[in-house]
């Protein structure tokens, strides 16, 4: 009898394999543990990872290289100057073909990463300088500076400069197109005055590429200038970037486009 009850308490302790809503469940007794023996096949049953990319032409290469069938991609604004990517390379099949649920684990990421071209003009928009200094800023990023000519606007940047010491008298908006500022500067030589209209644009035009590996984007820039509050106070200018949404919505749109023919895969925009 008792050779009997052992031989059932063994049965009972035996793991065994069921079923519950559609999923096999393995029951253990009391006491057990599994170990996972994957690591002994040849090769992983499926690829399990994600890889960060900074450059979208390297992440459009590997997309291409490991997509399948149910393959997707999806694309999201991150802020107002972003875009995040990521491609699903191991998702779920089209439920018009097969219903059949993917894995999910395979997937690549691209993030949009400023350049210090957009970092420099981006974070200083609608920043009040005093003359002096937006002179200095513009010197030192007059290479995407487009319209007007570089040439000239580096003479009226050099002249800005050179009258920064003069006193600021009258300010006029000629609504032609330009400012005009008029500044009293004192003439040794002639131990009198004399007053120097110096012609401003009323905005210009910048062009750069705000993430690396992207196409370049044109910014109209409009010219700001506040009359000094005090005596002795300097000019303060300042550019404003005109609908920089509009800009980057549209860039947007191109990057998507690219996705869409360079890897003839579904883009969903999230």
Same mark, same amino acid.
Not at 161 to 186: C, I, N, Q, W
Not at 220 to 243: Q, S
């Given at each position: ?5 052992? #031989? &059932?308490?063994?049965? +009972? ?19 057990? /543990?599994?170990?996972? =023996? !994957?690591? =002994?096949?040849?090769? *992983?049953? @499926? &690829? ?6 900074? !450059?979208?032409?390297?992440? &459009? ?9 149910? !393959?997707?991609?999806?694309? $999201? ?23 059949? *649920? ?9 993030? /949009? ?12 928009? #609608? ?5 002096? &200094?937006?002179?200095?800023?513009? %010197? #030192?990023? #007059? ?25 600021? @008298? ?22 009198? /005055? !004399? ?14 590429? *705000?993430? %690396?590996?992207?196409? $370049? ?32 919505? +549209? ?20």
């Amino acid at each position: 009898m008792e050779n009997i009850l052992e #031989q &059932i308490k063994c049965l +009972v302790e035996e793991p065994y394999l069921t079923e519950v809503n559609g999923t096999e469940v393995l029951a253990l007794p009391e006491g057990w /543990t599994t170990k996972d =023996l !994957s690591d =002994l096949r040849e090769a *992983p049953a @499926r &690829i399990k990872e994600t890889i960060q990319f900074t !450059s979208l032409a390297s992440f &459009i290469e590997y997309v291409n290289n490991h997509k399948d069938a149910p !393959s997707i991609v999806k694309a $999201s604004i991150v802020g107002t100057s972003g875009l995040f990517v990521e491609s699903i390379l191991d998702y779920h099949n089209n439920p018009e073909i097969e219903m059949l *649920p993917g894995w999910c684990d395979h997937r690549a990421k691209f993030n /949009t990463t400023e350049t210090p071209a957009w970092v420099a003009w981006g974070g200083y928009d #609608q920043k009040w300088m005093a003359q002096s &200094i937006f002179a200095d800023f513009l %010197y #030192q990023n #007059q290479i995407e500076i487009k319209s007007p000519a570089g040439a000239s606007l580096l003479e009226v940047i050099q002249t800005l400069k050179a009258t920064a010491k003069g006193e600021f @008298r009258d300010m006029k908006d000629l609504h032609t197109g330009s400012h005009e500022l008029v500044y009293r500067m004192k003439i040794s030589a002639q131990g009198g /005055t !004399s007053e120097k209209p110096l012609e401003l644009p009323q905005s210009f035009d910048i062009e750069l590429v *705000p993430f %690396y590996g992207g196409p $370049s984007v044109k910014f109209t820039a409009d010219l700001l200038i506040r009359a000094p509050k005090e005596d002795g106070d300097p000019v303060m200018m300042c550019y404003r970037l005109y609908r920089t949404a509009d800009v980057f919505h +549209v860039l947007f749109e191109e990057i998507v486009d690219q996705l869409k023919e360079e890897t003839a895969l579904p883009v969903y925009l999230c």
